[in-house]
């Protein structure tokens, strides 16, 4: 194309290729009296209009227009040698092409190429002045895009062969450019009648479309040049085809579309009630929803689901577009084929986490992606993983505590706790958040329980169950007492009030150990015999319930009844201490026993008493020369055996007392006489204990006997010693 205001003025002195180059440099003269052509004086007046308008368009044609005839010097034959014509002879000095000399010396000479003419474009070879060969078209000035090459008839514009081309080498004074029909221009005086053609505008305009929904979209296109009378708008798809009133608006509104289908507009501009070339787009309508998008609890796993959805009620779809958003706000999409319209889609996605919260998004959607289907989410939960370590505590016969981990993976809302007895029937049952469940109120003792938990997301789905088998324990017997006869303990019982048991366990300890006897029974009785004498004994009642779960125990004691020690003995003393020993009783041996020993002194008027386990005693702090009774007998319990009596005597504490007589008569009062003279001197000496004339009545009778044989005496001295 070339733009005749870009060209700078002629340089005489450039080469006369340049023109050829496509980049000559036009003179704009309105002068037509000069000649035609000049390349030295740089006048090519056909570029112009005759009002001086530059020309626009411009379908060129060698030798057009015909210029005025001037004078020649001389007569210039056509047919005669190019060197006899000196208008030929400057233009083809201009021409630098040869096959474009050759072709202008051959229409001079009125030959035909043997050749075919090379038709590349006006800046390379072109073919002049031969009628037969296809002539290039040349746009200037013009706003409008390129048009398209129209090649003339391939007749010959000779005289007698077309009415219009009767006078084609003659200038025309009054003339008026016309358009043939074969797309060329010619001149005709402006005074003759001719009939037209409305000339195809070639024009590549722009249909934009917007605000696509599912079922409309607007469209809007460039105006088109010319004397447009409207614009005819035709919407072809797959499905159905349909053309809009003619419209003289550039903008138009498409409704009642189809989703998901693709749509090619044609914008027609009319002119001259002739269709110019059209403007032309091709778009999407936006899907529609999906429909039935479902994630059924069966096919919800702790790491993956599954998604049904159906095709969008109408319109088309040529894949599937699922996107997973977690509580990060992480977002991962992936394309599904689509398979039949009509069809249920099926779509798994793994690699979730335990208990997790997701959104899915699935849209159908068009092959280009050129608009996004319609949305349609649904939020769902992965199946939480199962408790950990569950477990309880019993508290007593009413109360346990039952604990549990959350899931090691992934995360739980909240737990649910089933309770039940072992028969089904329901106790309690709960939704909490806790880790822990106690019973809202009492249990029944001595029962068993079922307890479940499981942990939930959004408080209804759930993960697998962990279940554990719970118990109360039962409560005790009740008045358990014993009864002793002889080495025979017969013992009796109540069963608990409340809740259920299975049997009893009854034990019977002595002191030292409680494996004497055991016994599992139903009964409410059980007799203990051949018991040791005197012995303490325990029975202890426990209530067996389930689950090896046990009462408390209930437990009494009682003594068997004693038997007296055998051999008691003093078998040591003196003067302060006595010491005592004795044997174990008959049916005690191995019994720990107590023993009750005490002591009396009747001179003194003192006793004594203690207890001991062992088989001997000493008594300490008796008195010398004193003679004591000893009593030791079995304490059990309330009960005393027979006692067992001793008699000891401490050692005696010797003192050694002589009497001197001065006088001795066999009279009465005769050692009162005066001059009466001892007869017989007399010495006594007496031992006893030292303490007092008074230790004993036995040795007052001693000193007294000694003394009874004389009817008067006079102490003269008494003389002491010690022994």
Request: glycine share 6%; with cysteine.
């Amino acid at each position: 194309m070339l733009n005749v205001s870009e060209v700078p003025p002629l340089n005489t002195t450039e080469n006369q290729s340049q023109w050829f180059d496509g980049i000559a440099p036009w003179f704009l003269s309105n002068n037509t009296d000069d000649t035609w052509f000049s390349f030295f004086d740089g006048r090519l007046p056909w570029s112009r209009w005759s009002n001086g308008d530059a020309v626009t368009f411009h379908n060129w044609y060698p030798g057009r227009p015909i210029p005025k005839p001037m004078p020649e010097s001389e007569n210039c034959d056509p047919n005669a040698n190019t060197h006899m014509c000196p208008q030929l002879e400057k233009l083809l000095q201009c021409v630098d092409n040869p096959e474009a000399k050759d072709a202008l010396n051959r229409n001079a000479l009125g030959q035909t190429s043997t050749e075919s003419p090379n038709t590349t474009s006006f800046s390379e070879t072109q073919t002049l002045f031969d009628p037969s060969v296809t002539v290039p078209t040349i746009s200037v000035f013009g706003p409008s895009t390129d048009v398209p090459t129209v090649s003339p008839p391939s007749v010959s514009p000779c005289p007698n062969r077309d009415p219009i081309e009767a006078d084609l080498n003659k200038f025309v004074e009054d003339a008026c450019l016309v358009l043939l029909n074969f797309g060329l221009w010619w001149e005709r005086n402006c005074s003759e009648d001719l009939p037209y053609i409305c000339y195809d505008d070639r024009f590549h305009g722009e249909v934009n479309v917007f605000d696509i929904t599912y079922t409309s979209a607007s469209l809007s296109w460039l105006e088109a040049p010319g004397a447009i009378s409207g614009y005819r708008v035709e919407v072809k798809s797959d499905q159905n085809n349909w053309t809009n009133p003619l419209t003289s608006n550039l903008t138009s509104e498409l409704q009642n579309l189809t989703a998901g289908t693709k749509y090619t507009v044609y914008v027609f501009p009319v002119k001259c009630e002739r269709d110019l070339n059209p403007q032309k787009i091709s778009f999407y309508s936006q899907p529609d929803f999906i429909q039935n998008l479902t994630v059924p609890t069966n096919e919800i796993q702790e790491t993956s689901v599954t998604l049904y959805w159906l095709p969008p009620a109408q319109g088309g779809v040529d894949f599937y577009r699922v996107c997973l958003r977690n509580t990060s706000s992480d977002v991962t999409c992936k394309n599904i084929t689509a398979h039949h319209q009509t069809k249920l889609t099926k779509h798994t996605i793994s690699h979730l986490e335990p208990g997790g919260t997701y959104i899915v998004e699935v849209s159908a959607e068009v092959a280009d992606m050129s608009i996004p289907g319609r949305r349609f989410n649904q939020t769902f939960y992965t199946r939480p993983r199962s408790v950990e370590n569950l477990s309880y505590r019993n508290y007593n016969t009413t109360w346990f505590m039952v604990e549990w981990d959350p899931p090691s993976v992934g995360t739980a809302s909240t737990y649910h706790v089933h309770m039940a007895y072992t028969n089904g029937t329901l106790v309690h049952e709960v939704n909490s958040s806790l880790t822990t469940y106690q019973p809202h109120s009492p249990l029944k003792p001595g029962y068993e329980f079922t307890i479940t938990v499981k942990a939930q997301v959004n408080a209804y789905l759930e993960g697998n169950p962990k279940t554990i088998q719970a118990f109360t324990d039962p409560d005790p017997v009740k008045d358990l007492t014993l009864t002793v006869t002889g080495q025979t303990i017969d013992a009796s019982w109540m069963g608990p009030d409340n809740g259920q048991y299975q049997n009893f366990s009854v034990t019977l300890c002595d002191p030292d150990r409680c494996s004497v006897s055991s016994n599992i029974t139903h009964d409410h009785s059980r007799r203990f015999s051949n018991l040791k004498a005197g012995a303490q004994y325990t029975v202890k009642v426990l209530v067996l319930g389930v689950g090896n779960h046990n009462s408390t125990v209930k437990e009494t004691s009682a003594f068997t009844s004693p038997n007296a020690p055998r051999n008691f003995n003093v078998t040591s003393k003196n003067k302060s201490c006595i010491s005592l020993g004795w044997d174990v009783p008959d049916q005690s041996e191995n019994v720990t026993i107590l023993y009750n020993v005490s002591y009396t002194t009747t001179f003194w008027g003192r006793s004594g008493e203690n207890y001991t386990s062992s088989t001997s005693y000493t008594w300490c702090g008796l008195e010398p020369g004193t003679t004591f009774d000893f009593f030791v007998k079995v304490f059990a319990g309330n009960q005393y055996s027979q006692n067992v009596t001793v008699q000891g005597e401490t050692d005696p504490d010797l003192r050694n007392i002589t009497i001197s007589i001065l006088c001795g008569s066999s009279d009465s009062l005769g050692c009162n006489k005066e001059g009466a003279k001892s007869s017989l001197l007399q010495e006594v000496r007496l031992d006893w204990d030292w303490g007092c004339f008074c230790c004993s009545w036995n040795q007052q009778l001693f000193i007294t006997h000694k003394l009874k044989y004389f009817k008067s005496f006079v102490l003269i001295s008494i003389i002491t010693a010690y022994s």
